[in-house]
């Protein structure tokens, strides 16, 4: 198991993963690819992506949330689908 972070990165990572409606881990692991793509490995480097990841997030014109809610919405061919077991 990954040792404990520092509060303010658990924080930042918290608020993204508001913004996008994901869970905090997957929040932790798109920051960590982010910061791998750009090579930063300190703390502080971490924390800045992370800060830079939530203002992409919030500049963007779509909410995510409502782009999951599109995705979960029946086709209307698919609407009055049973399975059977």
């Known amino acids: 198991m990954a040792p404990l972070e520092d509060r ?5 990572c918290s608020r993204l993963a508001t913004l996008m409606s994901i869970s905090i881990a997957a929040a ?3 920051v960590e690819l982010a910061a791998i793509r750009e090579g930063v490995r300190d703390g502080q ?3 800045a992506v ?3 990841l939530i203002e992409s997030v919030s500049s ?3 909410s995510h949330g409502a782009l999951l ?3 979960l919405e029946a086709v ?3 609407m009055n689908f049973m399975d059977e077991d």
């Open 8 to 12: 303010a990165y658990t924080q930042v």
């Open 28 to 30: 932790r692991r798109k």
């Open 45 to 47: 480097g971490k924390l």
């Open 50 to 52: 992370a800060e830079r």
């Open 60 to 62: 963007s014109d779509e």
């Open 69 to 71: 809610d599109g995705l």
């Open 76 to 78: 209307a061919s698919e």
